[in-house]
Structures are given as structure tokens and as C-alpha cells.
């Protein structure tokens, strides 16, 4: 559902906080107009839902229920119509034609890459790798939602410009409302987005309806202006949840698409499984399959390995799921969380994080199982986010502890290897407790062999950095925790590691946001 305007903060003290910087007010008035004569100089669309195609399919590009605000005198204020028109009085508070110059300007944060950069995943214009965090400069003047990345593709959700705007107009004139914490729980609360994406595109998996490589994002146009709320990307195919609804895209051949064949699509297409139920809330592309949650359930397809304990959790061995198909494993149970890598899946599921598919369970080598591990594994406290690599997790509790257990082979789980491992390639079966000198950790990511962790004001990163994607400037693998220096001072608000490369965004030193 789109987000209700009055309803956002109620009962939530930041929430509220949030109402105020966007001078939401309580003056709402029901008017006919066409929408068309509203000015992007004085409204913003907040929130829309998916509208309906004559055929009844929905269609990810119209709305039907919109809400503008707009700006008039003071304070913005809502206008809306029964039938979805609208009208506004003129506003006498002008906003800028730009959003990052002139008398109401503000500086939004920064995207960083570095690692392997195949096909230009990193999108820097080019295909070298970059052992240090760079600025993606081709989106220096977005405001981004959310990112992922799988290694050869990348894919970016920003906010709609027409929305960016009178959001550097409200900051700027409510400067004691300026703490960087907040923008990432802003940009959710604003429904209307962009996809871009960029790098390998061979099969189709960046969305532009064609197999080009792009070095530099470029908008996914079928995707433009709609409700994204997920997206995920094994490299070589892509989910993306819009409002509800999921659409796929990329290579199929495995049938990963769930869309009843072995096509591969070059364009968003709808998953007609969930189009009746209207209620799939996370998905994970990986591998030669996908994983969907839905009604707190969870569905999977593509081609399974080892029954249930393969990483699509369904019975059938050495079959091939070209539909979305109910994952009876977990009937019993209410996903909340869900990751998948290449032959490992992870979901979390009444407070127990479930891992099947091959890992290193009992032993170095990796197997094909099944294994839950509850509070108790976590001193008690229960899980508040994962990350899954090739083959080893990492996990963040809701008092803030840090926990990894899976292969070491590259320093992946943060720990040094002692005299009684006997070699780098030490395993873990069970969680390992990891600290961050002087910090607390807000945020943790995982890629195939590394690891990142964020306490907001400093990122930490280890294991594997054969291509730089720890940021240190170098090749050279790291078994403990090592700040990324060249990002000190940076307010860190989101950290996503790719495969072998590793997204950040973040506000820079010199910011006035940062203050």
C-alpha cells in the first residue's frame, strides 16, 4: 500500500519528526481539476497505487489513488480529488529550477563503488576495478532509495525528481531538521521512483529491451515513476517489487523468472503468479533461481538442487520450477527476511534464521542441508538483519551484536585464523561474536567472500579483496575488521556488497546535512 500521509506519524516520535520536515499539515480539501495544470514548480505526487489496465492486469506506470502537496504561503499542504485530479493555488514560496544550486539548494548523499568492475557493474563510465571508494558521479544529483548489486549488473532506486525538489526546498528551510539519519526513512515515505541500472547486459537482465552493456545508469523507461519497494539482482537476472506486484527479467533458461517457461526477457514482465494476491513484500534473485515472500510465505523457482535441502527449499531433486511454487518447508511459519546466494538460501522465520542449500554445516567442506539457529545462538537476543555470502553469514541482533560463522577461507568472517586451525581456511559452525573498536554497528552487508559493517560514522570491511572491494586501497585479503579510512568522516547510510564489489551511500565531510 501506498503511504497514507496523515497516518505516517502517528504514535512514532521520529515519524512525526519526519511530518514536520515535510510541513505536512492537517488543511486537506477536495477539489476537480486536471492534474495536468499543476506546475512541478509547486506540487509533488507523495504516493500513488498501482492502477489497472482495461484487462485488469496492473499496470506499473498508472495510479489511481495520488496525493499531492503543494506549496502555499508558509507551510505545504495537501490537495486531492475523489477521481484523481487535483488543483492547487499558486505557490508563493518558489523553488529553485535546480535542486542542488541556488537559494534553496541542498547537497544529498553520495553513492560510492569500488571492486571488480565486470562490464562497468561499478558505473564509472568504464570497465577498470577501483581499490578505493569512487563517486558515482552520473548519480551525484540523485537521491537514491535503495541500490543492489550482483557482481556484473547494478541497479539503483532513486526518488523522482519532481519529489527531490521540493524536498531540497523543505531542508533548506527547516535547517534544524537536517540530520542525515533521517533521509533514507524520508526517501521510503516518498512512493514515487526510478530504476537504473547498469552494467552486463547480455541477457537482458538491466531492463532496457535490448542485451546492451551500459558503464554509466540509465533508467529502466518501463519502470518509470512507480512504487518500487524491492529489488535484486543475481547479475545475470533481476526481480523488482512494485507495489505488490513482481516483475522479472533477464536470463530465464532455468526458468528463474517464474514465468511458466524458459524464455529469457529483456523488459520488466509481470510474475502473473502473484497478481490476484497482490502481497509479495521481498524477493532475492540468485543463482539459477528466485525467492519470493508473499503473505508472510515463502515461493520459489528455478531449477532445484538436492530436494529440500537445496536452495529453493522444494522437494523435487534436479528439477526445473518455471512458476513460482509455495515453499511447504516453511508453511507453518511467518517470513519476515529472506537472502539467497548461489547454491545457499537463507530466510528468517519466527525469530529463527533457516539456512539450506550447500554449507559448511558441520565441517570445511560444503553440503547440501538444513539448519535453524534461534536466540540462543545469539545470546538471547533476537535477529534484526542478515547477509549471506557464497557460503557464510553474517548477522546483526537487535542489541547491536555482530555475529559470523560459515567458511574463513579469505577472512570473510572477520577472525584470525590461530596455531590450532591450521590453515587460513578455518571454518565456523557455530556464530562467532565480532566487535567494532569504539563503534556500534548499525549495518551489515555481505558479498561472495567479503563483509561490511557500519556504525553509521565509520565503515569496516574484511575478507576477501582480491579486486579492492574492501577499499583499502589494495588487493590483499584482511581476517579482522579494518576501517575504510578513505570514508572517515562520512555519515555512512547504506552499505550493499556486490559479488565482488561493494556500494555505499553516503553524505560527504563538508555536507551541511552532516552537521
Same mark, same amino acid.
Given at each position: 500500500?501506498?503511504?497514507?500521509?496523515?497516518e505516517?506519524?502517528?504514535? $512514532?516520535?521520529?515519524?512525526?519528526k519526519?511530518?514536520?520536515? #515535510?510541513g505536512?499539515?492537517e488543511?486537506?480539501s477536495?477539489?476537480?481539476?486536471?492534474?495536468?495544470?499543476?506546475?512541478?514548480?509547486n506540487?509533488?505526487l507523495?504516493?500513488?497505487?498501482?492502477?489497472n489496465d482495461?484487462?485488469?492486469?496492473?499496470?506499473?506506470s498508472?495510479?489511481q489513488?495520488? !496525493?499531492?502537496?503543494?506549496?502555499?504561503?508558509? *507551510?505545504?499542504?495537501? $490537495?486531492?480529488?475523489?477521481?484523481?485530479?487535483?488543483?492547487?493555488?499558486?505557490? *508563493?514560496t518558489s523553488?529553485?529550477?535546480?535542486?542542488?544550486?541556488?537559494?534553496?539548494? !541542498?547537497?544529498?548523499?553520495?553513492?560510492?563503488?569500488?571492486?571488480r568492475?565486470?562490464a562497468?557493474? #561499478?558505473?564509472?563510465?568504464?570497465?577498470?576495478?577501483?581499490?578505493?571508494p569512487?563517486? !558515482?558521479q552520473?548519480?551525484r544529483?540523485?537521491?537514491?532509495?535503495?541500490?543492489?548489486?550482483?557482481?556484473?549488473?547494478?541497479?539503483v532506486?532513486?526518488?523522482?525528481?519532481?519529489e527531490?525538489?521540493?524536498?531540497?526546498l523543505?531542508?533548506?528551510?527547516? $535547517?534544524?531538521?537536517t540530520?542525515?539519519?533521517?533521509?533514507l526513512?524520508?526517501?521510503?515515505?516518498?512512493?514515487? *521512483?526510478n530504476?537504473?541500472?547498469?552494467?552486463?547486459?547480455?541477457?537482458? %537482465?538491466l531492463?532496457?529491451?535490448?542485451?546492451q552493456?551500459?558503464?554509466?545508469?540509465?533508467?529502466?523507461?518501463s519502470l518509470h515513476r512507480?512504487?518500487?519497494?524491492?529489488?535484486?539482482?543475481?547479475?545475470?537476472?533481476? +526481480?523488482?517489487?512494485?507495489?505488490?506486484?513482481?516483475?522479472?527479467?533477464?536470463?530465464?533458461?532455468?526458468?528463474?523468472l517464474?514465468?511458466g517457461n524458459?524464455a529469457?526477457?529483456?523488459?520488466?514482465?509481470?510474475?502473473?503468479?502473484?497478481?490476484?494476491?497482490?502481497?509479495v513484500?521481498?524477493? +532475492?534473485?540468485?543463482?539459477k533461481?528466485?525467492?519470493?515472500?508473499?503473505?508472510?510465505?515463502l515461493y520459489?523457482?528455478g531449477m532445484s538442487?538436492?530436494?529440500t535441502?537445496?536452495?529453493?527449499?522444494?522437494?523435487?531433486?534436479?528439477?526445473t520450477?518455471?512458476?513460482p511454487?509455495? !515453499?511447504?518447508?516453511?508453511?507453518?511459519?511467518?517470513?519476515?527476511?529472506?537472502a539467497?546466494s548461489?547454491d545457499?538460501?537463507a530466510?528468517? +522465520?519466527?525469530?529463527? #534464521?533457516c539456512?539450506?542449500?550447500?554449507?559448511p554445516?558441520?565441517?570445511?567442506?560444503?553440503?547440501p542441508?538444513f539448519?535453524?539457529w534461534?536466540?540462543?545462538?545469539f545470546?538471547?537476543s533476537?535477529?534484526?538483519?542478515?547477509?549471506?555470502?557464497?557460503?557464510h553469514?553474517?548477522v546483526?541482533?537487535?542489541?547491536?551484536?555482530?555475529?559470523?560463522f560459515?567458511r574463513?577461507?579469505?577472512? %570473510?568472517l572477520?577472525? &584470525?585464523?590461530?596455531?590450532?586451525?591450521?590453515?587460513?581456511a578455518?571454518t565456523?559452525?557455530?556464530?562467532?561474536?565480532?566487535?567494532?573498536?569504539n563503534?556500534?554497528c548499525? %549495518?551489515?552487508?555481505?558479498?561472495?567472500?567479503?563483509t561490511?559493517?557500519?556504525?553509521?560514522?565509520?565503515?569496516?570491511?574484511?575478507g576477501?579483496?582480491g579486486?579492492? &572491494?574492501?577499499?583499502?586501497?589494495?588487493?590483499?585479503?584482511?581476517?579482522?575488521?579494518s576501517?575504510?579510512?578513505?570514508?572517515?568522516?562520512?555519515?555512512?547510510?547504506?552499505v550493499?556488497?556486490g559479488?565482488?564489489n561493494?556500494?555505499v551511500?553516503?553524505?560527504?565531510?563538508?555536507d551541511?546535512?552532516? +552537521?
Open positions: 500500500m501506498p503511504w497514507a500521509p496523515h505516517a506519524g502517528v504514535g $512514532r516520535k521520529k515519524d512525526r519526519v511530518d514536520r520536515i #515535510l505536512l499539515c488543511d486537506t477536495f477539489e476537480s481539476s486536471d492534474c495536468d495544470s499543476i506546475s512541478s514548480r506540487a509533488l507523495l504516493g500513488a497505487s498501482s492502477d482495461d484487462d485488469g492486469s496492473p499496470s506499473p498508472n495510479s489513488s495520488k !496525493v499531492l502537496l503543494t506549496l502555499t504561503g508558509k *507551510r505545504p499542504s495537501f $490537495r486531492t480529488t475523489a477521481s484523481g485530479s487535483y488543483t492547487t493555488n499558486s505557490a *508563493r523553488i529553485s529550477s535546480t535542486y542542488f544550486g541556488g537559494a534553496h539548494s !541542498v547537497i544529498v548523499p553520495l553513492v560510492y563503488s569500488f571492486g568492475n565486470i562497468g557493474g #561499478l558505473g564509472h563510465g568504464h570497465t577498470k576495478s577501483c581499490l578505493l569512487t563517486p !558515482v552520473a548519480l544529483n540523485c537521491l537514491v532509495a535503495t541500490l543492489t548489486a550482483g557482481g556484473s549488473a547494478s541497479l532506486v532513486t526518488v523522482d525528481t519532481l527531490l525538489r521540493l524536498f531540497a523543505c531542508m533548506t528551510k527547516k $535547517r534544524r531538521y540530520e542525515p539519519a533521517l533521509l526513512q524520508i526517501a521510503s515515505y516518498m512512493s514515487v *521512483r530504476l537504473l541500472s547498469f552494467g552486463y547486459g547480455e541477457y537482458g %537482465q531492463g532496457h529491451g535490448d542485451v552493456t551500459h558503464t554509466l545508469p540509465k533508467s529502466v523507461s512507480t512504487c518500487i519497494t524491492k529489488v535484486s539482482t543475481s547479475g545475470e537476472h533481476t +526481480a523488482v517489487v512494485v507495489n505488490g506486484w513482481v516483475y522479472t527479467f533477464g536470463l530465464g533458461e532455468d526458468g528463474q517464474g514465468h524458459l529469457s526477457r529483456t523488459e520488466p514482465t509481470l510474475v502473473t503468479t502473484f497478481e490476484t494476491m497482490h502481497n513484500t521481498h524477493v +532475492a534473485a540468485a543463482g533461481h528466485t525467492l519470493f515472500v508473499a503473505g508472510s510465505q520459489a523457482c538442487q538436492s530436494g535441502n537445496g536452495p529453493l527449499g522444494l522437494p523435487e531433486p534436479d528439477f520450477y518455471t512458476s511454487t509455495h !515453499v511447504p518447508l516453511f508453511e507453518s511459519n511467518t517470513v519476515t527476511d529472506l539467497s548461489l545457499v538460501s530466510v528468517l +522465520a519466527d525469530d529463527e #534464521l539456512i539450506f542449500g550447500s554449507f554445516y558441520n565441517g570445511t567442506t560444503t553440503e542441508g539448519e535453524k534461534g536466540k540462543d545462538s545470546d538471547g533476537r535477529i534484526q538483519s542478515f547477509g549471506l555470502g557464497d557460503a553469514i553474517v546483526l541482533t537487535e542489541h547491536k551484536n555482530v555475529y559470523t560459515g574463513n577461507h579469505h577472512g %570473510q572477520g577472525i &584470525q585464523p590461530t596455531a590450532q586451525d591450521g590453515t587460513a578455518a565456523r559452525c557455530t556464530p562467532i561474536k565480532i566487535t567494532l573498536p563503534a556500534i548499525k %549495518q551489515i552487508s555481505a558479498g561472495l567472500y567479503h561490511a559493517l557500519s556504525s553509521g560514522d565509520s565503515l569496516h570491511t574484511f576477501g579483496g579486486f579492492g &572491494q574492501l577499499g583499502h586501497g589494495s588487493q590483499a585479503d584482511n581476517f579482522t575488521s576501517e575504510v579510512t578513505s570514508l572517515s568522516g562520512h555519515h555512512i547510510i547504506e550493499v556488497c559479488g565482488n561493494t556500494f551511500l553516503a553524505t560527504v565531510p563538508d551541511p546535512m552532516a +552537521a
